[in-house]
């Protein structure tokens, strides 16, 4: 009875999971724009302090939730990035090139790198301008061409 209990409690605790969920590339739908998400380096992620997970096709996605509910205390703001597609990483320790030489997927040209070296190689080749991801925020217009 005993490991029942146990077990049943693990089972509780782990459905309550807070952290971030990988992305299911080609499944998931945005949860801004609503198109699925396929791009592996630009696949971006909140988690809310609730322990809710919100996933989107593009930083311009993701960043246009975080103005459109300001007031949702985010846990996790995590991004992938061109460098290193696929897993997700804390946004403050990115960097992100805008370029328009470099277009993401819903037109705002921001790329994610996973360090400022990496961005600033791919900024050689593409040209445009590096950003830490508190720049990057300012420069998204609300909405940036959707109506929600």
Not at 62 to 68: K, R, T, V
Request: glycine share 6%; net charge negative.
């Amino acid at each position: 009875m005993k490991n029942l209990v146990l077990a049943c409690a693990i089972i509780l605790l782990s459905a309550c999971s807070s952290g971030p969920k990988e992305i299911a590339y080609g499944v998931d739908n945005c949860d801004f724009c609503t198109m699925t998400i396929t791009d592996k380096p630009y696949g971006t992620e909140l988690v809310t302090d609730k322990g809710k997970v919100y996933k989107f096709d593009s930083v311009e996605c993701m960043i246009s939730y975080m103005n459109e509910h300001d007031d949702v205390p985010f846990a996790h703001v995590l991004t992938s990035t061109m460098d290193n597609p696929g897993p997700l990483q804390d946004v403050k320790t990115c960097s992100f090139l805008v370029s328009p030489n470099l277009p993401s997927p819903m037109g705002a040209n921001i790329t994610p790198y996973s360090t400022k070296e990496f961005a600033v190689k791919a900024q050689s080749e593409y040209q445009g301008e590096v950003y830490s991801f508190f720049q990057v925020q300012s420069i998204v217009k609300p909405n940036h061409g959707h109506t929600h």
